[in-house]
Structures are given as C-alpha cells and as structure tokens.
C-alpha cells in the first residue's frame, strides 16, 4: 500500500501564491514512481494539473496552468510539490496528488485513470 498526505492548500487572494505538498509512504511506494497532482472544483469532474516523471526530468501541464504551476519532486524526502503562482478564481478546488502502482506510459500520464492511489486531498480557495 502507498498513503500520500497532501498539505499546504488555504485561502489566497487573486494573484497570490501556495506551494502543496505530498508526502508519500509505504512499502510499495518507489521513489522511481510517476507522480501527479489533480484537482476537482464543486460539480466538475477531477482534472489532471500536473506530472512528473522518475528523477523529475520530465514534467507535464494542463493548459490552464502552464506558466504559473511547477511540480518538483525530492526523492530522498519522498514528497512531491506543486508550487502555484499567479493564483485565479478558477484555481478554487481541491487539489489531490496521486502515484500510479508502477510505471505508465507517458501519454496516460495526465489520465486520472492511471493512477492507483490517491490522498485526502487539499482545499485551495481563490478569492477576488
């Protein structure tokens, strides 16, 4: 099993910025794993943020938040990050990371579906 704990989410104003933080344990969990960030607003359906890949090499983004997110990883602490800037009412959601159980392709990286574990979740709220 593989337990991830998300923390960092609050209230911000338009503009403003947060960094998320996912701690990742258990014995199955590799450092090598994929990661992702996800959030889902109040009637909408969860969507993909963010991804990195292996040693953090690779990195990938949803439209909306290219050129303001970045996802970093630490592998000896075990924790990824989503550091967000130039926060927008849209961004009001609450943000998951998530670990697939091994490796996936990269094309299915930004697929909810690939991804086998999953936190509580963290709420960010954008205020205008």
């Known amino acids: 099993q593989v337990q991830l704990v998300e923390s960092g989410g609050g209230l911000v104003q338009v503009g403003g910025s947060l960094k998320l933080d996912c701690a990742a344990s258990?014995?199955?969990?590799?450092?090598?794993?994929?990661m992702g960030w996800f959030r889902q607003a109040p009637g909408k359906e969860r969507e993909f943020v963010a991804a990195?890949?292996?040693?953090?090499?690779?990195?990938y983004y949803a439209d909306s938040v290219k050129g303001r997110f970045t996802i970093s990883r630490d592998n000896a602490k075990n924790t990824v990050y989503l550091q967000m800037n130039s926060l927008k009412p849209e961004d009001t959601a609450v943000y998951y990371c998530?670990?697939?159980?091994?490796?996936?392709?990269?094309?299915?990286?930004?697929?909810?579906?690939?991804?086998?574990?999953w936190g509580q979740g963290t709420q960010v709220t954008v205020s205008s």
């Open positions: 990195v890949t292996l040693s953090g090499g690779n990195t």
């Open positions: 258990g014995r199955t969990f590799r450092s090598t794993m994929p």
């Open positions: 998530a670990a697939p159980r091994g490796l996936i392709a990269t094309a299915a990286m930004t697929s909810r579906y690939a991804y086998d574990y």
